[in-house]
Nanobody, 112 residues
């Protein structure tokens, strides 16, 4: 089992930026894909971005391409989600995921 702890959420105005962090512990991540998902009120959880821990290849939802960047720091066992040009529709709880393991989530609120 992997323990995941997200941080970095908050309240920001439209057009602003935030950087989310996901610190992982409990297992070597070398063979894993780490993903970010989000869930807005009364909506289903949706995929945002993912990164291959070993090779660093990335994948993004169409709604965030060109605005969000996922990266990892192998030494710190941490994955980041840099979010720029934020929109009110980005408001959600953001979750980090590896396999069947999820973090507790961090709230991102974008005001118009």
């Amino acid at each position: 089992q992997v323990q995941l702890v997200e941080s970095g959420g908050g309240l920001v105005q439209a057009g602003g930026s935030l950087r989310l962090s996901c610190a992982a512990s409990g297992r070597t991540l070398s063979t894993y894909v780490v993903g970010w998902f989000r869930q807005a009120p009364e909506k289903e959880r949706e995929f945002v971005a993912a990164i291959s821990w070993s090779g660093g290849s990335t994948n993004y939802a169409d709604s965030v391409k060109g605005r969000f960047t996922i990266s990892r720091d192998i030494a710190k066992n941490t994955v980041y989600l840099q979010m720029n040009s934020l929109k009110p529709e980005d408001t959600a709880v953001y979750y980090c995921n590896i396999g069947v393991d999820w973090g507790q989530g961090t709230q991102v609120t974008v005001s118009s």
